[in-house]
């Protein structure tokens, strides 16, 4: 089975200084990976997914995630973050076979400091 | 494009009452999921259909929940009776699932906030 590990639950980063969030994955094979980033009162909204290609994989907002298969992990970047970049941020991982759903992991709550 | 549509988006009610959440998925997409948010327990998989039919409903808490999805445009997800423990955001998301490609990527309504008294 199939399973994510956000392991900081909250992050702290002062505004315009660098951000990176940690994401492991357990699957078999290659899986598909997405990042969403949660709003307070809102809906998950997909930053980025990686299916295949280039591991280094652009999304929106200025945000990149890349995949590296020795570590399991996909980790999301932002090199300058902006106050507005507070709110709750998802790694999932999906099978790129068969009727598969999404397996979230936790949730890593980001903290913009002035 | 609209987006994942979902009504209400708050719904306070007393235990015992029926709640009946809908859900209407982008056009076009053959997959639907409904989720549970609460802060113990994240973001929980109620049940998910592929081409109106149910696939896995084993994350539904028990009996008292059901889902149907009667046609390609429309969801619901029912609570009855309701209990103060079912409190949470319900979120639906649709997406496109194939057999064969596998994992498709999903698109979140804006949820419905869900109070029970």
């Known amino acids: 089975a199939q399973s994510v590990t956000q392991p900081d639950i909250h992050i702290t980063v002062s505004e315009g200084a660098s951000l990176e969030l940690r994401c492991n994955y357990s699957y078999g094979a290659t899986p598909y990976l997405f990042w969403y980033v949660q709003s307070p009162g809102q809906g998950l909204q997909l930053l980025l997914k990686y299916f295949s290609g280039d591991t280094l994989v652009q999304g929106i907002k200025g945000f990149e995630a890349e995949f590296k298969r020795s570590q399991s992990s996909f980790n999301l970047r932002k090199p300058s973050v902006h106050w507005s970049d507070a709110a709750e941020y998802f790694c999932?991982?999906?099978?790129?076979?068969?009727?598969?759903?999404?397996?979230f992991g936790k949730g890593t709550m980001l903290l913009v400091s002035p | 494009d609209a987006g994942v549509i979902q009504s209400p988006r708050h719904e306070v009610t007393e235990m015992g009452q029926e709640v009946t959440l809908r859900c209407k998925p982008i056009?076009?997409?053959?997959?639907l999921f409904w989720y549970r948010q609460t802060m113990m327990r994240g973001l929980e998989l109620l049940i998910y259909?592929?081409?109106?039919?149910?696939?896995?409903d084993s994350g539904m808490p028990e009996d008292r929940f059901s889902a149907k999805m009667p046609n390609a445009s429309f969801s619901t997800l029912k609570i009855q009776p309701s209990e103060p423990r079912d409190s949470a955001v319900y979120f639906c998301?649709?997406?496109?699932?194939?057999?064969?490609?596998?994992?498709?990527?999903?698109?979140f309504g804006p949820g419905t906030r869900l109070t029970v008294l």
């Open positions: 056009s076009g997409h053959n997959s």
């Open positions: 998301a649709s997406g496109g699932l194939n057999r064969l490609v596998g994992t498709d990527t999903q698109y």
């Open positions: 259909f592929n081409n109106n039919v149910p696939i896995d």
């Open positions: 999932a991982v999906g099978a790129p076979s068969g009727y598969s759903t999404l397996t």
